[in-house]
């Protein structure tokens, strides 16, 4: 049980496996370095068009000849953008798997990228950033991040209009053959599958590709401390956030532990404080957002106009409480709570593709469930209460969307 | 896998499927009520008795709910549908007794005032966060447009108004009609002991009195009118259509959700080749929906509205394309192999597993282990989906549609 298989391909590129006896299926991720901060000025939404151009047509197959193949093996196929990687990646039933991986060969290595079908993926990126006006609560979030994370690194991962009008097909496919050029991308499998097999195939299809990958990102300065977005939706959206320790950080686990007394559960702070007592909102809550840059703890609060700002003031205060410390029964909550769902999750073949693909790249290694449990075991009241005296959160970036702007 | 069931007196069905291997448990209660029970008076209770369940008992209160929960690391939560009122848990196995002695304990609430008048405010919070989700909203209206008169077109949230009518009263009545044990299945899924959480349903539960419950049950084909709403707040046009479905006891049902996948599954159906690959409308899907006794398939398109007359010319064309030369086999072979898929891996973690279960049972009271499914699922062929289309005439449609309007 918990056995990490690791290779790396001649050309540098890195596969990683997690077995899973339980399971019939298998999931696996390709981690491309072309996440939306990576993507120079003028190109805000090329990591999103490019999720669907590129399965629009790869090697022989045309777009609906290469959907049909993949359809065929009764994959989900996914694809998803962060600030620093575009995630290509399935799960399917383990035995079609080695098919799957050459149908993804193609489509990492040799995407058709007609222009055409760059303008279909572009309009739908347009429309997706359109469409976010009448998502209120997603749009809040996306703006915050970029207010947040020192430039480009929140950039929005949907994109910009203006920017996404200018680009020209032949620009973003220069982009893409730099970014997704095999030596630099991260392979994670998970579930069924025969680890030697897998890596024969994967070096045939990608050991002899390597390219210059991306150029380091230069961070910027911060945003702003807060935006008001006026829309006259029945609710006023609240996104904030505040800094908070990275993955790479000694006090990592004690973070972690403080923000599950804050908002892990139905008896964490913030669902007591806001929601049970008060009954200000229906949604609440706040989790931890990791960049490799940079961490933070995103709050959100959706509420009618005339709670906002009491919404906004209790919730800040339940931040800024923390520092006074944590309880015994807190912190026992949080442990079993944490070590809970990350075994729930261990079920599943595609959240562990994702987790072992995401710890690679934030820390160069994977860590084992053990490791983790055990880190978040030895957490105590005091080494909580510490990190929380030692880094009170009191800084704060706020957005909010809604018929009007609150005070902060 | 092993399946377990057993009746008690008063009408409490238990059924579990152990599998040992498994690394968690999930436990569900599964309640036959939902918005298609209430009259118009009660409308929204189901929903807000939901809630009210979390508020505690004569022992608990709702602070000590929430403690007592997250003390077990508990995933849990509930959800309310126009028949079906869920609650439901995921843990480790050796917190499974825990939690489900507590939500036995829940099941017989205390439903105090003061509680009750706290939580309407975290109800109509809930209406107005829909409300800001055109998504939402306009499937919501459709449904009780579609079903105008028959009371599957009830609300789930009901309306701010009726919410602050209605009284502590009204909901402690319909709670003794509606959450009789023979009204009530509880299902288990994962690594448990089957005799084990028997004893403690025996010892908590039997005491519990039966009533005599009904539900207005008959088919009905849907109303097919067509309406919209102008709301000049919106960017997008949000389009959803209803048509005809077969109940939940019908055993064609399974040609019924391939047809569907056929027509509007996210990637490779109809709907996406016409209207996403073209870059017509941005999303734009169809899903089978069986209820008691009746069921409906349900189209959702969100485009720019300078594509909306468009879209509906499209959707008119792939109805009729269907009524002239039905489905093929190719298509329904890869709608069968996605669907096969997608099944066992959602069947593979105890929650997913759960909620299959206790769905067979609440409408078939039949056992179905994962491979009846498969079988049942490959069974079907194009001549079933083709009798089907026959006989349900997609083109036929109830329509409710909301935009900005002409002048945007």
Redesign the interface.
Known sequence: MDRLDQHTLKNGMVILGEPMEAVQSVAFDFLLPAGASRWPEGFCGGANVVSDWVFRGAGARDSRQLSDCLDGLGLQRFSSTSSSHLTLGATLEAGNLGEALDLFGDIVLRPRLEPEQFDLARQLAIDEVRSLDDEPHQKVMLKLKEQFYPSPLGRSTVGEIADLETMTAEAVADRVRRYFAASNAVFSVAGRYDFDQVCQQLERLFGTAGGPGPEPVKAGPQGRHYTHIPNDGAQVHIGLMTATARLTDEDYYDARVAISVLSGGMSARLFTEVREKRGLCYAVGARYHALKEAASIMGYAGTTPDKAQETLDVIMEQFRHLQEGITPEELARAKVGLKSSLILQSESSGSRAGSIGTDYSMLDRVRSLDEIKQRVEATTVESVTGFLRRNPFTEFTVATIGQKAIEC | MQFCQKILQNGLQLIGEVNP????AAVGFFVRTGSRDETPEVSGVSHFLEHML?KGTERLS??EV??A???????FNAFTSEENTVYYA???PE?LAEVTRLWIELMRPALRDEDFD?????????I??Y?????FDVMERCRGLHFAGHPCGNSVLGTEAGIDALSSGQMRDYFGRRYAPNNMVVAWAGHFDWDQVCSQVLEGCAGWSSQLTSRTLGHFAGSHRQQRLDRP????E?ICLMHEGLPAQDPRRFAAMLLATIVGDD??SRYY?EL????VA?TASMQFGAMDGTGVFYSYF???PASAAQVRRTVGAVFDGLARSGVTN?EL??A???????L??KN????GRLVDLGFNWIYLRQYHSVADDVTAIKAVTVEDVNDLIRQLSPGVFTEFAMGPGLTA
């Open positions: 291997s498994a690394k968690s979390f709702a602070l929430n403690a929960f997250d003390n077990t690391g508990a995933q995921a843990v480790l917190y706290l939580e309407k405010n975290v109800i109509k919070e809930e107005a966060m409300k800001d989700q055109p998504s707040t919106l960017t997008c949000h990637v490779g080749w996403v690959d073209r870059a941005e969100q485009c720019s190719e072979t890869k069968k192999n996605k669907t096969l898929s997608a066992v891996i593979e973690l105890p929650m």
